[in-house]
Each structure stands twice: as C-alpha cells, then as structure tokens.
C-alpha cells in the first residue's frame, strides 16, 4: 500500500479505475469457468462434473484473480482483505442446503467499480 493511496474509488485516475475493473471482471469470468464444472442447483449438494485436476485448475485461476482485486484494493484504496472474507472458490461451492443460510448475511453497500 501507498502511504498516498486515495481511499475512494471516484478518487482514482482513469488508468487506476481501469485497472481495478479489469481485475474485477477477471475475477467474474474465473468464477464463471470455476461453476461450469460443478453442479450447484438449488436444493442439492454440489456435484462434481470435472475431474480434480481440471477443478483445481479452475480453482487456482480464481485464487490468483481474486488475490489480484484484493492487491489492487490494497495498493489503490489503502483497503485491506478482512481476514473473515472467505475466498471466491470456497462461495461458490456450497456443499449443503444448512450452508445457504450465509448466503443471507447483511453486509455493507459498496460501490464497487
């Protein structure tokens, strides 16, 4: 982090912004290329529908995405990871109706870019 990092993002340049964007639909589309491969429908536990090799490929690729918003947050906003803040891969995956009730927990608005 910049002791000069801005702390909102209306703050930030325009190459700043784009950054923190990029990062962010980076971040979606690993999401995206993780779920297609598991089995996720509303009322049933989570199905495997890749083998490990290639989920935990798909996993890493969110890991790395969502380690670069939380770098970039860091670095423009001054915004550190809560150390509570599950990891994108682990959301995704819910393994039993029982856990779905986080699925409601209220938090903060933000704006995110």
């Known amino acids: 982090m910049t002791d000069a990092a801005p702390q909102a993002v209306q703050d930030l340049s325009d190459e700043q912004r784009s950054k ?5 639909q980076d971040l979606r589309n ?3 290329g993780y779920e297609k ?3 996720v429908s509303a009322g049933k536990r989570s199905q495997l529908v890749a083998d490990s090799k290639v989920l935990r490929e798909a996993q890493d690729a969110v890991e790395r995405a969502e380690d670069r918003v939380w770098r970039l947050q860091e670095d423009l906003l001054g915004w ?3 150390q509570w803040v599950p990891g994108a891969a682990m959301l995704a ?21």
């Open 37 to 39: 491969y598991i089995d």
């Open 80 to 82: 550190s990871r809560p």
């Open 20 to 24: 923190l964007k990029a990062a962010h």
């Open 93 to 113: 995956d819910w393994f039993s109706d029982e856990d779905s009730a986080y699925d409601d927990v209220d938090l903060p608005e933000v704006d995110l870019p």
């Open 30 to 32: 690993a999401v995206a």
